[in-house]
């Protein structure tokens, strides 16, 4: 598969739901083998951001998950 421009949905959820790359809404109509993989780095990258963030700012980390919240993400594929 050639590399490609795709850009994901990501949500954040409180209360232990944590972040969840969702279906891509640019570039491609489904997963497939390769959307896949890249769901599950999107997703343990956005979870390492936001264990690095608590551990440097509490307040601010946990204001952030105050809110669900959700907003879209380019990466090459």
Known sequence: ??????????HFTPNGGG???LEPVTGASG???DLA??????????ELYFSEACRE???KALARR??????DVDIMV
């Open 1 to 10: 598969m050639a590399d490609q421009r795709v850009a994901f949905r990501v």
């Open 19 to 21: 972040y969840s790359a």
């Open 31 to 33: 997963w497939g083998k």
């Open 37 to 46: 993989e890249a769901r599950t780095v999107i997703t343990e990258a956005l």
């Open 57 to 59: 700012d509490v307040e």
């Open 66 to 71: 105050a809110d669900a919240w959700s907003g």
